[in-house]
Each structure stands twice: as C-alpha cells, then as structure tokens.
C-alpha cells in the first residue's frame, strides 16, 4: 500500500506540472481528468528510492505474469479500485497492462470506475478515448464506490468539498450515464464492460438498453455481477432473460474480508435493501409452495 501511496503522490504532481519527469512511468491511458482530487499531495515529492523501484519491478514482474496466465486462458482480469489516495497508482498499473495485453477484441485486462465519484464519468471518457486512439479495446466495470465515509473525511480534513457526488441520486445517475455510454460504445466496437451493481432499477435499465442495442443471449461482451448472496433476485431475474452474471465471492483472511462486507454493509445500502427485497419473495414462495402442497 505505501508504494501505491508514494506512486499515486508522483503522478499527482506529475499532472500538476507536466514538466515533472517519472524515470520508472510507462505508457498509460489518462488517470486524471480537469475535476480530479489532487489535494492529498501538498508538496513535491520525493523521487522514488532505490528499494521503492526495486518492489516497483517486482510488481511489474508479478502483473505480467498474471496477466499472461490471463491471456492464455482467456480469463479476464479485473482490477479493483480502493480510496482515492491510492488509485491513480492502480489506474496506471491496470492502464499499462492494458496497452501491453489487450490485443484482440475482446479486453483481458479490465479497469474500475467507482460512479460516486464526481470525476467518473469524465476519467472514463479520457480512458476510452486514449484507448481507441490506440486501437486498445478496453474493459471496464462500473461500480458505485465504496469509501463515502473516508473520502469526505479526508477532503474535510484538508479543506477541500468531497469527490463524492453530493446525492444518491447523482451516484445513481452518474452509473446509469456510464453504463449507457460503455453499452452504446462495445455495441459498434471492441470492448466490454462489466456492470457490478445491486440496484434493481440500474439493472432493469441497462438490461433495457443492452435489449434496445441488440445484445443477443450471453454476450461475451456484457456481464452483470453481485456479491454472493445479495440481490439474488437481481441476479436470477438477468440471468432469465438471457445474460450473462456474476457472483462475487471474497475470500481470504478474516482480517482483510470483513472490513470488505463491513464497507458495504455500511455505505451501500441499497444492497440491504435489495436483500430485503430477496427475503420478500423468498417467502411468497415458500407460501406459494405450501399452499401448492396443501390443495
């Protein structure tokens, strides 16, 4: 995490004065755009030192393989996105990996865009656009974001407004804007995207405009994901209708997975209220059933 920080500090700068040189930077697609945070980096940092390059390699080393392993499976990789203080670093990791292993149509490597933020939908369109520029087809999933409580902390902190978008309804809107505009591109191009989301409404909608576009069944470039357990009539209802779903299932240490399920317990709600939802018409069917039974 602290090379993330001491690499995320770098570009920063790097964007508030272009003539700011990074030895270590390879070609990337856009990771800030004009209404970007740049306030975490108060003063010009240090040039990274030689063990921070030293792990800097390794990373670089360890992504590659990955992304290989990707490649000859044909298995996309999707990169998770964390706090805004770190997620330039882990923008230009997934944006140069893309440009190194997305080659065909179809996109290995697949970056996130967190929706509450108020900068996504600009980011993604410098992304894409750098991308075709390129003739780099490119994955996204879109999710709403998972770090309300910290982002505005920080911002508050340090004097500034909150990244994130000041209603839910913005958020809403802001993932719905940007799952329109990457349907309405993969449909007439290269690329694809994955839309992670528990909200009904969002699903009923993007299912609507992948319908309206001409999405056939199980197209590879479109995929809907939620996390194991929640939204399951989400999930089944996408999957009845012919596309192709998703269930997240994190894994790992207890120490690392709760604070995961902790976050969104606490700042996406619309998740609970979606497994209400899924309690609900479990036990109309449970009812249905028993009735079913008794006459």
């Known amino acids: 995490m602290r090379l993330l920080e001491r690499m995320s500090d770098l570009l920063r700068w790097e964007q508030k004065d272009p003539s700011f040189i990074l ?7 856009p990771v800030f755009s004009e209404s970007s945070p740049l306030y975490h980096t108060r003063k010009r940092p240090e ?8 792990d800097l390699q390794l990373a670089n080393k360890r992504l590659f393989e990955l992304c290989q392993k990707c490649v000859q499976a044909n298995i996309p990789l999707l990169v998770d996105a964390e706090h805004t203080q770190v997620q330039p670093a882990i923008d230009y990791f997934t944006y140069s990996s893309a440009i190194m292993h997305n080659k065909e149509e179809n996109p290995i490597v697949f970056g996130t865009i967190q929706t509450y933020l108020k900068d996504a939908k600009e980011r993604l369109l410098l992304a894409t656009n750098a991308a ?23 911002a508050s902190s340090l004097g500034y407004a909150s990244p994130i978008h000041n209603t839910v ?9 940007c799952s329109n505009f990457m349907l309405e591109k993969i449909s007439n191009g290269p690329g694809g995207v994955v839309l992670a989301t528990h909200n009904v409404e969002s699903g009923k909608l993007a299912a609507a405009k992948a319908h309206e ?16 357990g929640m939204s399951e009539a989400l ?9 192709q ?7 790992g240490p207890v120490e690392t997975v709760m604070p ?36």
Not at 23 to 29: E, H, I, L, R
Not at 47 to 54: A, F, G, V, W
Not at 215 to 226: S, W, Y
Request: aromatic share 14%; with cysteine.
């Open 169 to 177: 309804h913005d958020t809403h809107k802001c993932f719905n804007d």
């Open 47 to 54: 040039p990274l030192t030689l063990e921070e390059e030293s």
């Open 132 to 154: 075709d520029k390129l003739g780099i087809p490119m994955g996204f999933k879109l999710v709403r974001g998972a770090y309300m409580s910290m982002e505005r902390k920080v």
């Open 23 to 29: 030895p270590w930077k390879q070609d990337s697609f």
């Open 245 to 251: 779903v998703s269930k997240y299932m994190p894994f």
């Open 235 to 243: 999930s089944f209802g996408l999957s009845n209708a012919g596309f």
């Open 260 to 295: 995961y399920l902790l976050r969104r317990a606490e700042e996406n709600r619309g998740m609970l209220a979606a497994s209400g939802f899924d309690r609900q018409l479990m036990r109309q069917e449970l009812g249905r059933r028993l009735k079913a039974a008794i006459f």
């Open 213 to 228: 576009l001409g999405f056939g069944k199980v197209n590879h470039k479109l995929e809907f994901a939620q996390l194991y």
